[in-house]
């Protein structure tokens, strides 16, 4: 039982500091994607500027102002079924990560766009001179 809605809480949607700023109108949109897809986990939404900062986040992130969430997701199917409900519900600002979506309302930017993050991987260590 959540206490913003039929399924999530205020608490999914903090600061690690506990500070607080969603959108509610967010949080009624995922409402609606959880009722099709089942259960998610939130891994970040509302996000301070140090918080934000501290996890890498673009100092114009849609986080620091309560329009995106980033929900955990790991596999192909929960993906697809994932983005296919966000666009449906009108989520028109996604980015794909190999283990979450983020999910973002800021019409401010960029519409109709999926974006996907550079994840970081180790240089091949160069080969030894033959
Ligand atoms: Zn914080
Ligand atoms: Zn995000």
Known sequence: MGDLTKNFSRSEFKCRCGAEGIS????EILQ????????MRINSAFRCPYHNNEVGGSPKSSHLIGLAVDIHCDNSLKRY????NLIKQGIRRIGIRSDFIHCDMDEN??????????????KQPKEKQK
């Open 109 to 122: 930017k960029s519409q109709d766009v999926i974006w996907v993050y550079e994840t970081y991987s180790p």
């Open 32 to 39: 609606k994607v959880r009722d099709a897809v089942g259960p």
């Open 24 to 27: 509610f109108a967010l949080v």
């Open 81 to 84: 079924k994932l983005i296919s």
